[in-house]
T-cell receptor, first 113, second 114 residues
Framework: KAGVTQTPRYLIKTRGQQVTLSCSPI?????VSWYQQTPGQGLQFLFE???????NKGNFPGRFSGRQFSNSRSEMNVSTLELGDSALYLC????????????FGPGTRLTVL | AQKITQTQPGMFVQEKEAVTLDCTYD???????LFWYKQPSSGEMIFLIY??????QNATEGRYSLNFQKARKSANLVISASQLGDSAMYFC???????????FGKGTKLSVIP
């Protein structure tokens, strides 16, 4: 089975712009979660989608949004980028548990200048 | 809410030796999962091992084993016969009942010395 794929792998944007990141889960997985990783805050949960519905959301401002399509692929969007949004954004997919193991993609490294 | 504590920011181990990475957790959920992930410098999080809160036996996956002590709320990762390729960041994480949200610790950077 192919693993989780994320595109693009690297992205450079300037403050105020918006960005869309894409994630394709492992075939058959219906849950997709997003995480932000920074040196200062570590790994933080953004949101989780299951069958096109957001089931859970972390403590991030409304500038961070996401969606999931009928084929389970997911996108996350960050509007009005700030310098602090520079991070590694990781997507993970999960099948039906237990265990509810999440398998991660390679990540998208976003740099905001 | 869940919390994971990893008290070892960095560790060194000699190649072929065993090493234990510490993890303690705090949760009010009666049912939870405990996970360990490896993150090489490339950035990808690699799943290593899982332990369910109701599992009676400690989980093992090849050279990885999880030393689960429920009363102490600890879930230490043991890597046997360390290899150079084991050099990476290691994260302990937990999920609560009915949730796919992972709560991570701050990680331990393991360096394997030849």
């Amino acid at each position: 089975k192919a693993g989780v794929t994320q595109t693009p792998r690297y992205l450079i944007k300037t403050r105020g712009q918006q960005v869309t990141l894409s994630c394709s889960p492992i075939s058959g997985h219906r849950s997709v979660s997003w995480y932000q990783q920074t040196p200062g805050q570590g790994l933080q949960f953004l949101f989780e989608y299951f069958s096109e519905t957001q089931r859970n959301k972390g403590n991030f401002p409304g500038r961070f949004s996401g969606r999931q399509f009928s084929n389970s692929r997911s996108e996350m969007n960050v509007s009005t980028l700030e310098l602090g949004d520079s991070a590694l954004y990781l997507c993970a997919s999960s099948g039906v548990g237990p265990p509810d193991t999440q398998y991660f993609g390679p990540g998208t490294r976003l740099t905001v200048l | 809410a869940q919390k994971i504590t990893q008290t070892q920011p960095g560790m060194f181990v000699q190649e072929k030796e065993a090493v234990t990475l510490d993890c303690t957790y705090d949760t009010s959920d009666p049912s939870y999962g405990l996970f360990w992930y490896k993150q090489p410098s490339s950035g990808e999080m690699i799943f290593l091992i899982y332990q369910g809160s109701y599992d009676q036996q400690n989980a093992t996956e090849g050279r990885y084993s999880l030393n689960f002590q429920k009363a102490r709320k600890s879930a230490n990762l043991v890597i046997s016969a360390s290899q150079l390729g084991d050099s990476a960041m290691y994260f302990c994480a937990t999920t609560g009942a009915g949730s796919y949200q992972l709560t991570f610790g701050k990680g331990t950077k393991l360096s394997v010395i030849p």
